[in-house]
């Protein structure tokens, strides 16, 4: 087999465990998990990989349960996805066979994620980045705009060179200290550990400057007191991807903080017409907070039923309007009352 061709396999396995995570890891199919169709998906999922690992990489695994919940399909499927990562990291020398059935074991999962994302989608209607493309291609559009993806065998024996493998090899070390950045920064931000956290997203910007990571050392900057700091890495978000929608969300929110509520509005307004953004109800439910400060309770009320358009199963959402309503219905019989 080529030279370089199990870092090539290694990256593929990566971006398709990448495009996992972001489905699962996505609020509102934390909202979800408990759907029926969701749960019969992931458990469908598990016997699958089950069947592929025990019969194309000749594992001894014990049999999957008919039915698990949903953490248990999650760190079932995470583990399936380790097992591969390990044999292929390991394997300085793949064979023909190995890699077909790596082949065969992405592209089931890619036919699996694709319906995974059209259900989130269907319930939610939210964004969630597609996975970046090395060899896997588009091999088909849906009616719900979210693509099938597969890897064709062929293109791993007949495009690689020495030179594209060392390129791959690079890109993968890139990526995984990016990731190993990325990582310490989020437990940092759960320690309340601010300033390291900064010190780690920076260094993932080192690695790729990416619209989502200046969100992030902006988020961690706000959450240091450092304002204007974490409003000058917003715009640096915007000016490098003006369709992603976080960055104009949390420039909202540092205005919402400082009661500057019309200018608020307006950053809201541009993140809903942002094109990718994975939580599309934040700007709805903040445009809705904006407006109770304004002390507008039926402009915020819209706004907080449009959110549920894309939270259906939010309950704290749910509550809020409840408390609206009564507290409208509740004003309206004070006029009526009052000569």
Wanted: proline share 4%; net charge negative.
């Amino acid at each position: 087999m080529p030279q370089g061709l199990e870092n090539i396999l290694f990256s593929e396995l990566k971006l398709n465990q990448h495009y996992f995570h972001r489905l699962i890891h996505s609020q509102t199919l934390l909202e979800i998990k408990n759907h029926n169709k969701i749960s019969t998906l992931l458990n469908r999922v598990i016997k699958e990989s089950h069947e592929l690992l025990t019969t194309e990489f000749k594992l001894n695994l014990p049999s999957p349960l008919s039915e698990y919940s949903f953490l248990q399909t999650k760190k079932i499927i995470e583990n399936y996805y380790n097992i591969i990562l390990t044999i292929v990291d390991l394997n300085e020398d793949i064979e023909e066979d190995f890699c077909l059935a790596v082949t065969h074991f992405l592209n089931t999962l890619y036919f699996s994620w694709q319906q995974l994302h059209i259900q989130i989608h269907t319930l939610a209607n939210i964004q969630i980045e597609l996975p970046r493309k090395i060899l896997a291609e588009i091999i088909e559009e849906t009616s719900s705009s979210i693509p099938l993806f597969k890897l064709h065998e062929q293109a791993l024996f007949s495009i690689i060179t020495k030179s594209e493998a060392d390129i791959f090899s690079f890109a993968k070390k890139q990526e995984e200290k990016e990731i190993d950045f990325l990582q310490m920064a989020h437990r940092l931000m759960n320690e309340h550990n601010y300033r390291q956290a900064i010190f780690y997203f920076q260094k993932a910007i080192d690695f790729n400057p990416s619209a989502s990571n200046y969100t992030l050392i902006a988020w961690a900057n706000s959450a240091a007191g450092e304002i204007e700091t974490a409003k000058s890495f917003y715009f640096k978000a915007i000016q490098k991807d003006p369709d992603f929608g976080a960055p104009y969300n949390d420039l909202g929110t540092l205005c919402l903080q400082e009661e500057r509520y019309a200018i608020a509005l307006s950053w809201f307004e541009k993140a809903k017409k942002a094109s990718n953004y994975q939580n599309r109800e934040f700007p709805y439910i903040n445009s809705g907070r904006a407006y109770l400060g304004l002390n507008q309770p039926e402009e915020a009320l819209k706004e907080f039923k449009k959110a549920t358009h894309f939270a259906p199963l939010n309950r704290d959402l749910q509550e809020t309007i409840l408390k609206i309503e009564q507290t409208i219905a509740r004003i309206k019989r004070h006029e009526h009352i009052t000569p």
